[in-house]
């Protein structure tokens, strides 16, 4: 974390929990083969900044949000025997109505539910939600790219996108997935490089410590 960066600035600053490597390799593997920009974003679930809670709000300390973090994170462990935690992703690609959003489901969401609930209840400071909260990691996001497509290229593209996602899609339903740590980025979007995030910290979750 770059040194001058002290407390959060940014509009869009969102908390996400990031998912082991096992995960992070398959999923990666089918963003690249939907939309290349995307192979390299995080692989997580999003907990503020748009369902359920909104962004942060700017002005707050970052030290204070690591902080805040740490504790959501012990009260959410101390909830949890640690062979309870793992969930798997269900093997139906969901997309949000009216979308192009095409998002994989956990099958605990309770898990993302909860880690939430700790937030909402630490003294953090967010913005107004402007979704309710469904769990979920992002496979692949065409709402932004269609804006820059003709109305020929957008038919075909959703066809490819959905010919994939039925057909071609390996969601490795029985490998088991795990939180692996809670981290801050300051997002924005971009054309043509999409979504572009920056990285303020990030905290682990503390079964994971050594």
Not at 103 to 113: A, D, E, G, H
Request: glycine share 4%; hydrophobic share 35%.
């Amino acid at each position: 974390m770059p040194d001058f960066v002290m407390e959060v600035s940014h509009s869009h600053t969102c908390i996400v929990a990031e998912l082991d490597d096992g995960t992070c390799r398959w999923v990666k593997a089918a963003r690249q083969k939907l939309d290349c920009r995307y192979k390299d974003m995080p692989v997580e679930v999003s907990l503020c900044g748009s369902g359920g809670l909104g962004p942060l709000s700017k002005g707050q300390r970052l030290e204070t949000v690591r902080y805040e973090l740490e504790q959501a994170l012990t009260r959410f462990v101390s909830l949890f025997k640690d062979d309870i935690l793992s969930f798997h992703f269900l093997r139906k690609v969901k997309t949000f109505p009216g979308t192009q959003i095409h998002v994989l489901q956990p099958s605990r969401p309770n898990i993302f539910t909860l880690l939430q609930k700790e937030l909402r209840n630490s003294k953090l400071r967010f913005e107004e939600a402007r979704f309710e909260f469904i769990p979920h990691c992002t496979l692949y996001n065409g709402t932004f790219l269609e804006k820059f497509l003709d109305e020929s290229e957008i038919t075909q593209r959703r066809a490819e996108v959905q010919r994939f996602v039925e057909d071609e899609l390996d969601v490795r339903s029985e490998t088991e997935s795990r939180v692996i740590n809670l981290a801050v980025y300051e997002c924005a979007l971009s054309y043509p490089a999409g979504i572009h995030l920056k990285q303020l910290l990030n905290v682990q979750v503390p079964w994971n410590k050594t």
